[in-house]
């Protein structure tokens, strides 16, 4: 995504909009939603009506004194109110930038909804429609030139796609039919070629639609640590509120205010609970959440839950794909290894004849490079086919039957060697030792037989992508276990393992494997992230507490995961989980500076309210404030402004520096306790001050 979306702190439009908004947020149900600000607004409105009461009762001074109070609680609810709409409208207005994408366009919509095995382009018949007509399920024609009019996936051909609009990389990459790589997304435009797209979403249910839904707030649920905090905020309010109730016969201060006793005293006693409720943590709570939704958005990840977002924050294990997260993933094949007695060329022809309807990258790789090393090969055409067995992760084998009975296949060599045990032929042990060579070197053997004969190897090559092994090493200082799971052999998972430096893998890994790994680790009361692309992934998707799906990656991949990556780079789980941290570490951060920064208050208002029953809490006033009034009136503005001053702290997140959890646990608590205890020391003999310079003491 392009850069304007890192919007300014506190832009001013936004901060307009968020103004206006916080004056909405005033309504009850809206407020009901946060409990410990709720305390402050039937604070603000009893405080409102006791003034109303003190005008019509004798003596003004308490008047002046209880609206000041009343203001200022009311501030201290818009400022809550502020602070979460200010949250809100940084992130509606990065996910309507990611709207922005959907352009009015037209689509060539073609009949039925099946794709038929045209013979070329002209074979295809379109009607145009506009793109938001179009259902699941519909069948587009999009060309070169051409914007995608909808999420989908391609069912038929190769092209080069622009994706820029959505990850801001100007470099197209090629979407095709059968592979991982089939997605599209509404928005982005085919550059060359021409490819049917069967849409995958009705309009209105793009991820992007969903995110901006739970931007909203409209359907962004509290996450299970909120949740908590809320609790936690929500018991020390009621233990406040008793407190106060308690102390109400005692609050002398009334009684010293000659006969206006209960009028004032009561005013006291509210702005007592709310200085010594957790309202600094309790304002800026939800604007935390959506902040670190925003900030996921900002890395280009659609977070479809709160929950994912912050799970990502207590990740300790991540399941990495070696094919294409890992490794560069287009896997090509780059020689032939005929077996004993067989000819290369036989085992060229019978690879070619095995691969003719492969989509994948690897079955298209082995015909091309059968058809450069023997001509002969080019004009072979396709002879016909009985059945066709496409590639599947559960067999890990794919191939042709002719009629007459010949069948031709190729595969891991332990896949084959079962096919062709099952129809009585040799385990061709002679192969292990040509397999576990071309395996060593990090390639990937394909046997290769026909009928019950073996006829070699094809080996096909991987490299392992740049810079993976310092991502891990940054990982693993997060305490963070990588794991890298392949369908392939042992041998060749072992190679890139140790190349690219990963704590442990699982070679020969089926769907299932994958799924009872994950749930063997969330036993031990591990978080488990991946990322995944293909059909294969979707259960495993499903059962991780984060799981990133590619948006190159199929619709049942997406659908499985809670995270959509639009860069469809794997080693996005890593930014995704030190965002998560950065979160969590926020959060904690912002509750330990507010339950400090309360204590202080302490001393304000206890011997201010207090001191005329009890001389000896005179100790207690450390701070020498001007008088009671001033004293309770400067802890009640403190306690408000102190919420503005913490907004950007809360929407830019602690700065994350990748370290241990005790470390920055460490670090945090010294900040953020001890800045919470001194500050409103400071801050409350401040305003005491300049209420005296102004007369309002
Ligand atoms: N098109 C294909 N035809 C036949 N066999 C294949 C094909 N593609 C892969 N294989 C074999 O199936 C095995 C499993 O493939 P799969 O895609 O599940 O895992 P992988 O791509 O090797 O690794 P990863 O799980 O990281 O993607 C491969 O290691 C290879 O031996
Ligand atoms: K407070
Ligand atoms: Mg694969």
Redesign the pocket.
Known sequence: MSDEKTLALFDRALAGQAARDALRKLSPRAQWRNPVMFVVYLGSILTSVLYLQALSGRGEAPAGFILAIALWLWFTVLFANFAEALAEGRSKAQAASLRGLKKKTWAKKLAGAEPHRAQGREALRFTPVEADLLRRGDLVLVEAGDLVPADGEVVEGVASVDESAITGESAPVIRESGG?FCAVTGGTRVLSDWVVVRVSVNPGETFVDRMIAMVENASRKKTPNEIALTILLVGLTLVFLLVIATLRPFSAFAVAQSGAGSVVGLTVLVALLVCLIPTTIGALLSAIGVAGMSRMLQANVIATSGRAVEAAGDVDVLLL???????L?N?QASAFYPAEGVDEQALASAALL??LA?E????RS?VALARQRFTALQGQEAPAVARVEA?S?A?????IDLPGGRTL?????D?VQRHVQALGGAAGAALQARVDGVARRGS???VVADGARLLGVVE?KDTVKAGVRERFEQLRRMGIKTV??????RV?AAAIAAEAGVDDFLA???PEAKLALIRQYQAEGRLVAMTGD?T?DAPALAQADVAVAMNSGTQAAKEAGNMVDLDSSPTKLIEIVETGKQMLMTRGALTTFSIANDVAKYFAIIPAAFVGTYPQLAALDIMRLTSPGSAILSAVIFNALIIIALIPLALRGVRYAPASAAALLRRNLLLYGLGGLAVPFAGIKLIDLLLTGLGLA
């Open positions: 991982d794909d070696k094919t294409g997260t890992i490794t993933g896997r095995a691969s492969d994948t990258p690897e079955g082995i590639f992760a067999t890990r084998m794919s191939g296949r190729k595969g891991a060599f896949a990937t053997p394909l096909l890298m799971i392949t369908g392939d052999n060749t020969e890994a089926t293909g294969n």
